[in-house]
Nanobody
């Protein structure tokens, strides 16, 4: 079955950086958008950022504006989330997910639009 695997999480001090990776296994992202979501302890999952197959980007979390950057490598079948100036409030499990619809050059903040999810990677911002 197709799956995606996240990596790159860890413990980081305030102001530090991490780069998360989301790699597809047994399939290619092809013409599907890929999104990053996160879930903080005791909170609902929220959309962070998304990139379409054409490279169109959507950012959904105002709190990460100008700090997080999504990008992709088609050759490596990988989507990245560069996270700079990390804060304790960024703590949570970060998931990548592949949008179900193909050839749609648009992202969606709705998690139900995504059909393939990774198991998540923990990001902990120390205080």
């Amino acid at each position: 079955q197709p799956q995606v695997v996240e990596s790159g999480g860890g413990l980081v001090q305030p102001g530090g950086s991490l780069r998360l990776s989301c790699t597809a296994s047994r399939f290619t992202f092809g013409y599907r958008a890929v999104g990053w979501f996160r879930q903080a302890p005791g909170k609902e999952r929220e959309g962070v950022s998304c990139i379409t197959w054409r490279g169109r980007i959507a950012n959904y979390a105002d709190s990460v504006k100008d700090r997080f950057t999504i990008s992709k490598s088609d050759a490596r079948n990988t989507v990245y989330l560069q996270m700079n100036s990390l804060e304790p409030e960024d703590t949570g499990v970060y998931y990548c997910a592949v949008r179900q619809a193909e050839a749609v050059d648009a992202c969606s903040p709705d998690s139900t639009a995504y059909g393939t999810w990774g198991q998540g990677t923990q990001v902990t911002g120390s205080s």
